[in-house]
């Protein structure tokens, strides 16, 4: 099965700077990478997604880029705000039909100082 | 309101003392999963249905059950709960279909079950 590895799992950044975080996962069939955004206390909410047909993907702030050969995908958050702070999970998925299943990384702890 | 619900929210019990916490979604959405959540170790998938009467499965099904015999519908069972079960639940749906944003998975607020 799939295998999803995150790291750092602890990140601080003063306000203003930028964070990164990256994933590697190991089924060369994940097509489908989503990013969670878990605030401290609730649920889990998709903030950025990429699919392996395009190799970078950004909204606002935050940026998705991904590597298909190496089989790594990173999040960057640039001008980071202390509403930033929460716990981000990457995953993958093979994405297509029903094969829905999302496989998390263990999570980064993002920590952004004031 | 487009939403994943689940009951109870917190739940202290025995071991040995049959429970079930309950999911349901409002968005006629084909796939829905269960997920526990430990410390340093993200979300693990306990079992994941595709449709009605379609269950398999996750990479942590050992001492759970579910049934899917609703599409909106997807309770978690806990025949004889043991305290390595203590964790934090989330039920999670999505169109399950192909498309993009049909991967998007909608999670539930979370069920803390405590096992003693």
């Known amino acids: 099965g799939e295998n999803v590895e995150q790291h750092p799992s602890t990140l601080s950044v003063q306000e203003g700077d930028s964070a990164v975080i990256k994933c590697t996962y190991s089924d060369s069939a994940s097509n489908y990478f989503p990013w969670y955004k878990q605030e401290l206390g609730k649920r889990p909410q998709l903030i950025i997604d990429?699919?392996?047909?395009?190799g970078e993907k950004k909204d606002q702030r935050i940026a998705v880029t991904l590597n298909k050969t190496a089989k790594h995908f990173s999040l960057h958050i640039t001008e980071t705000q202390p509403e930033d702070s929460a716990v981000y999970f990457c995953?993958?998925?093979?994405?297509?039909?029903?094969?829905?299943?999302?496989?998390f990384g263990t999570g980064t702890r993002l920590t952004v100082i004031p | 309101e487009a939403q994943v619900t689940q009951n109870p929210r917190y739940l202290i019990t025995v071991t040995g003392k049959k429970l079930t916490v309950t999911c349901s979604q409002n968005?006629?959405?084909?796939?829905m999963s269960w997920y526990r959540q430990d410390p340093g170790l993200g979300l693990r998938q306990i079992y994941y249905?595709?449709?009605?009467?379609?269950?398999d499965k996750g990479d942590v099904p050992e001492g759970y059950k579910v049934s899917r015999k609703e599409k909106r519908n997807f309770p978690l069972i806990l025949e004889s709960p043991s305290p390595n079960q203590t964790s934090l639940y989330f039920c999670a749906s999505s169109l399950g279909t192909g498309g993009p944003r049909n991967n998007e998975q909608f999670f539930g607020p979370g069920t803390r079950l405590t096992v003693l």
């Open positions: 995953a993958a998925s093979k994405g297509s039909g029903g094969a829905n299943n999302l496989f």
């Open positions: 968005m006629n959405h084909e796939y």
């Open positions: 990429i699919r392996s047909n395009v």
């Open positions: 249905s595709m449709n009605v009467e379609v269950t």
